[in-house]
Structures are given as C-alpha cells and as structure tokens.
C-alpha cells in the first residue's frame, strides 16, 4: 500500500526504511532524484526552502548565516549580492 499511496508510512518507520536502504528520505517519498540530492519546487523555493535547507552548518558558517541575514534586514539584497561579490573577488573564488 506504500508503493501505491494508498498509505504513508509513519515517519520512524520511514527513517529506519531509509537507514537500512542507505538512501535519504526525500528519495523514498518522491522528493529527489538522487539518492541524496533534494528536489525543491517552485512553490517551495518562493516560500524560502532552498536546497541547503537541510544541511548541517558549523557554529562559524551559522555566524555568516546570520551576519548575512541582518545585511539582508538592514540595507537589502542588492548590498548581500554585493558582499557576496566583493568576498569572491577577494578571495580569489571567481
């Protein structure tokens, strides 16, 4: 009946199907195409969901996540496109 849709597994027994198979649930429920990679839809991404959604930061990338948010607040996307710019040519990463 999972196979059909007729029923949706309850989400522990999801998980362990997902462990014992060594794929990502997401893969199970029809949300990837990959074995890990997440498919975000448009609807998705415009409520904010992107396809780093899911990972886990560092305490250091979480600081840049949140300095990077209040850039955002104050002065707007166009100055965090700017920053990102600015970061990538000095660093060399463009």
């Known amino acids: 009946m999972w196979e059909s849709t007729d029923r949706i597994p309850p989400a522990k027994k999801l998980v362990k199907i997902a462990e014992y ?17 997440v498919i975000i839809s448009d609807e998705e991404r415009a ?3 992107s396809d ?15 300095l990077f948010r209040k850039i955002g607040k104050k002065y707007g996307t166009e100055t965090q496109k700017t920053a990102i710019a600015m970061l990538e040519n000095m660093l060399g990463l463009k």
């Open 21 to 37: 198979f060594h794929v990502s649930t997401d893969y199970l429920l029809g949300r990837s195409d990959k074995l890990g990679g």
């Open 47 to 49: 409520a904010g969901w």
């Open 52 to 66: 780093t959604a899911r990972v886990t930061v560092t305490p250091i990338e979480d600081d840049m996540l949140q």
